[in-house]
């Protein structure tokens, strides 16, 4: 009778049954959005990414040999941390990569640190990781939120773009974007002329940029992401804002965005990022072997920072000979410098901050490029040591117990 | 310079426009949906993802055939419309005389399947759509800068919407329809194929679902989840004009648009909240919906 | 022309066995319950198994509303999520302890589903699930706005506290077996209403309100008190899930949870007492099991929706039910 069901029940759980030994392998986990609003900018791409990585140690690090696993956090906190807690619990995962979105995030960092293993956190924004949430078990590598704020907003102003007016998502992650980048904006000498949060997931955002329009900013900041940043894009196109003389400031923008919209609708948009595909030989060489795994797609800043995460994991594991400890992992992924053909040469801070320079782009205007994927131009370099919030200022405990 | 709550007045008029642009989506939408529930009493669920399913039929045509926007109204609606009349010839006959509460499971179990289909293989962030050169640019009407595009849609919103009421409301075939709701046997007893009736008519209001869609593509973009979260707004929209009532729909669906624009401009974080604060207070004093009949 | 929702196989099969025969017949398949969740823990993950209890509580409450009176419910997801809410906040900020937490919790929940029941109540059918669809989407944007929700960040770091101030419930082990506890009283909880005079009025009602109305009873209070009797035990599974998972989440009050949780009671078998249980266990495996699969989960989902709609109505339980002759 119900024995029945309740077998049917068992057996679906006996992938979960092997309890995990003390791992004689190093396993590493991908844990991202596959099916929601942030695929496109890791996804499936950060596991080819990680496994380009894997295969710089010929899939074996230490003697041990390295495994990939993948799954889909569906932009739930609740999901992302039960799969995290699950993969440690029951899988011997030793390190967990990417995880976009600040809400799963701050979660996963949690269970990471309560069960001392790994966090390489490449996707999500909110400079909390390395700020109040901190841990010792916390790398966070790629963006953050003062890190856009610092980068779009004062090379903008600086570049004469003084008043501005923001599109807001109403959310955290928008809230505090927009809050970041008008700290900077006002310290740089520009003004705020005003601001308008919109419901997350709008479909139309007409009215907002009316509003904004109407105002007559130099510039308007989008301090929204994905869905969201594409529509307000393609609306401002479609109502002549750029036309009419007022320029948009992407404040969190990839690539696979660019590609979405198109240079047509896109062009004249600037944004800040760690990485582009067609930086340098190096970046060229490395990114056309990715896109030659992943669809023909080049890769975005996430996915690049997915690699250079592993690869400097790998290195920190190599050296140590065991993998274990995540603390002690993540102390020797501070002391050795970080250097990959993507983001150069740079370090990891004691708060867990990966040190890089970032680059403000301008997209191209649909004759400027060559091809598809050949988008942005460089309009400056942020040095590593001006690119993220200064030391001084962290709330990250790790580094307030020390003064 | 007049102000309306400290709003300027300029300001006002153009997002009551931009309101009204939404509205047409609305009411275009809400049409098909009405349909199909009025006079068939299913509760199309699925019907954000024929939605998706024209504007990605577009994207489709011009991507693989070099099918341009305006043969594409045409056959995107009529391919999906057909494939609306295949679903409801082999699964929603099936449950014809139940509870529509089964209708509606079904065609939410529907709508996940097509979404998830068409998300797996074609990615979330969309694809662009141009706009068709014929529509693009706009004219500045002082108060704002009115797109095209944007005109063309309520142009078309507002034809069909009326179209569509005449041939339902004043024309033989449509009074068969409603005849064969309400009393399916009589009316098959006067020779009229009801059956093939009721697929026409599935097919019909989905392919209107599939023309919204296509008139969608070029404005906002062609993503797999781009029903997913319009769905319930029309649901609202339908429930507040009146499950049987196309006027009360079309009505409502253009009221909303403006409505929601108002709430941009005075409070802009409850515009996505405001319908569903309409249609708990409609329900609750006038439960049929402000044109509905009661069953 | 109203068509019922075809519920309670076992007890057409029965006929007029009274509710004390009926409960007896159930003995044996509740014992192998409790047996197999008592063993569970040491062989399965636990957290899994505490995520199938979870669900499977709030699916028997979800049953209690759609299956034995009648009412579909699409917002039921309020009542999960507002006391996953309160439950944490009340353990994380006002510092309560778990048992009060979890009273807090159901409590929010039992208040609000008076609230929406007896605006909902009043109408029927298609309407009724729209006016707790409504409800319940405006329930979501307000807690998408108020800070103590946290917005999209939800409530982390809830802490799992202590049982009576004694017995630490960090250990999965431990929390496993008061989540068991709670599942069952809730369960048989559950049990008893339905084969109860209550529970019978509550079948009458749902059969042919006219007639129940016409013998004096007020149709409207019964379905009230039952709106939030399914109200409070959501609430509860709500509150435990909280404290599980030490996180409580917008997706809690989304209105794909309140979908999830319909699919669970219909695969399952509506209208039968194990049919919510079998449902949510089946379907917290199935989304476990493609979750590596990645973006086929919600086709899975439609998929089953589709199949359950179209060939089997009556759920697992109910097709078992109705081969073996005895009301499950």
């Known amino acids: 009778m119900r024995i029945a069901s309740r077998l049917l029940a068992l057996a679906c759980l006996l992938p979960l049954a092997a309890f995990a030994q003390a791992g004689k392998t190093v396993k590493i986990g991908v844990l991202n959005d596959q099916s929601g609003l942030y695929t496109d900018l890791g996804g499936p791409g950060s596991v080819v990414a990680a496994k380009m990585a894997a295969e710089e140690f010929g899939n074996k690090v230490a003697g041990m040999p390295i495994e990939i696993v993948t799954a889909d956090h569906q932009n739930k906190p609740d999901i992302g941390s039960s799969i995290a807690t699950k993969w440690i619990d029951v899988d011997g995962v030793d390190a967990i990569l990417d995880v976009p979105n600040s809400g799963v995030s701050l979660a996963v960092a949690k269970v990471i640190a309560d069960k001392n293993k790994v966090f390489i956190d490449s996707g999500a924004a909110t400079v909390n990781l390395t700020g109040k949430n901190c841990t010792p078990n916390t790398v966070h590598w790629t963006y953050d939120t003062w890190s856009l704020a610092n980068g779009t907003g004062k090379e903008v102003v600086k570049a004469g773009g003084k008043t501005w007016f923001f599109l807001t998502a109403d959310y955290e992650f928008g809230k505090q974007l927009e809050k970041d980048t008008r700290a900077v904006v006002e310290a740089n000498g520009g003004k705020v002329l005003g601001s308008v949060l919109h419901p997350l997931n709008a479909s139309d955002f007409s009215s907002f940029l009316l509003q904004a329009q109407a105002s007559k900013a130099n510039i308007i900041g989008l301090a929204n992401a994905g869905g969201d940043t594409i529509n307000s894009i393609k609306a401002a196109s479609e109502f002549g804002i750029v036309a009419g003389g007022q320029k948009l400031a992407g404040l969190l923008v990839f690539i696979s965005d660019v590609h979405s919209l198109g240079l047509k609708t896109a062009q004249g948009l600037q944004l800040t990022s760690a990485f582009y595909w067609d930086h340098d030989d190096k970046t060229r060489a490395w990114s056309k072997k990715f896109a030659a795994r992943h669809n023909g797609r080049m890769p975005t800043m996430v996915q690049a920072g997915v690699y250079a995460g592993t690869l400097h994991y790998l290195k920190a594991v190599q050296a140590l000979k065991s993998k274990d400890d995540g603390k002690a992992v993540v102390e020797k992924m501070k002391a050795l410098p970080t250097d990959d053909p993507l983001f150069g040469k740079g370090s990891i801070r004691a708060d867990g901050r990966t040190i890089h320079p970032m680059y403000l782009f301008e997209v191209k205007k649909p004759s400027e490029s060559k091809g598809p994927w050949d988008y942005y131009k460089l309009i400056r370099e942020i040095p590593a040591d001006q690119a993220f919030r200064p030391l001084a200022q962290s709330d990250c405990p790790l580094i307030t117990a020390k003064k | 310079m007049t102000t309306i709550f400290g709003v300027p007045i300029q300001a006002l008029f153009s997002q009551l426009l931009v309101g009204l642009i939404n509205g047409s989506f609305y009411a275009l939408l809400s049409l098909g949906l009405a349909i199909i529930f009025g006079l068939l009493n299913i509760v199309n669920f699925a019907h954000g993802a024929f939605y998706m399913l024209g504007a990605l039929g577009a994207w489709l045509l011009l991507e693989h055939f070099g099918i341009g926007y305006w043969p594409a109204l045409i056959i995107s609606p009529l391919i999906v419309g057909l494939f609306g009349a295949l679903i409801e010839r082999t699964m929603l006959k099936r449950i014809r005389g139940l509870d529509p509460i089964y209708g509606l499971l079904l065609t939410f179990g529907l709508a996940l399947v097509i979404q998830g289909v068409g998300r797996n293989y074609f990615g979330v962030s969309g694809e662009p759509y141009d706009m068709p050169s014929q529509l693009s640019g706009g004219t500045n009407l002082g108060f704002m800068f009115l797109p095209n595009y944007r005109a063309w849609v309520v142009l078309v919103s507002v034809v069909l919407c009326a179209l569509t009421w005449f041939i339902i409301e004043r024309t033989r075939l449509g009074s068969y329809l409603r005849a064969a709701t309400e009393n399916p046997l009589l009316v098959q007893a006067f020779g009229i194929n009801v059956p093939r009736l009721i697929t026409l008519t599935y097919g019909l209001g989905v392919g209107l679902a599939a023309l919204a869609g296509v008139m969608a593509a070029p404005i906002y973009r062609v993503s797999p989840l781009m029903g997913a979260d319009l769905i319930i707004v029309v649901f609202a929209v339908v429930v507040i004009g009146g499950m049987g009532s196309i006027f009360g729909s079309i009505l409502t669906g253009f009221a909303l648009g403006v409505i929601e624009g108002l709430t941009k401009v005075y409070y802009p974080e409850a515009s996505s909240t405001v319908v569903f604060v309409i249609m708990a207070i409609v329900l609750l004093v006038k439960p049929a919906g402000l044109f509905g009949r009661t069953a | ?328």
């Open chain 3, 1 to 328: 022309m109203t068509a019922r929702v075809e519920t309670e196989p076992g007890a057409a099969v029965q006929g007029r066995a009274p509710a004390r025969d009926m409960v007896r017949s159930l003995r044996m398949p509740t014992l192998i319950l409790i047996a197999v969740c008592l063993v569970a823990p040491f062989v399965i993950y636990p957290v899994f198994l505490m995520k199938m209890l979870c669900w499977a509580l709030f699916a028997c409450a979800f049953n209690l509303l759609l299956g034995y009176v009648g009412l579909l419910s699409f917002g039921h997801a309020l009542f999960f999520g507002a006391a996953g809410y309160l439950t944490g906040h009340a353990a994380l900020v006002w510092g309560l302890p778990f048992e009060l937490a979890v009273l807090t919790g159901v409590a929010t929940s039992a208040v609000l589903g008076l609230a929406v029941g007896w605006l909902a109540i009043r109408r029927q059918g298609i309407y009724f699930a729209m006016i707790t669809l409504a409800l319940a989407q405006m329930f979501y944007f307000f807690c998408l706005r108020a800070p103590f929700t946290g917005g999209e960040d939800g409530i982390q770091g809830v802490p799992r506290g202590k049982l009576f101030g004694l017995i630490s419930l960090e250990p999965n082990l431990t929390m496993y077996f008061v989540v068991l506890a709670i599942f069952l009283f809730g369960f048989f909880f559950i049990v008893r209403v339905i084969h109860s005079p209550f529970g019978q009025v509550l079948k009458a009602v749902r059969e042919n309100e006219p007639r129940a109305v016409s013998l004096g009873y007020r149709a409207d209070q019964y379905k009230l008190i039952a709106f939030v009797l399914s109200a409070a035990l959501s609430g509860l599974a709500g509150s435990m899930k909280a404290v599980v998972f030490q996180l409580a989440s917008l997706t809690d009050v989304y209105w794909t949870t309140s979908g999830e949780v319909i699919l669970m009671v219909l695969l399952g078998g509506l209208g039968t007492v194990f049919g919510p249980v079998v449902g949510a266990v089946a379907i917290v495996c199935v989304e476990s099991f493609f979750a590596q699969f990645g973006g086929w989960v919600t086709v899975i989902q439609g998929g089953l929706f589709v199949v359950c709609v179209l060939a089997f109505r009556r759920g697992i339980i109910g097709e078992l039910s109705r081969v073996l002759r005895r009301p499950l």
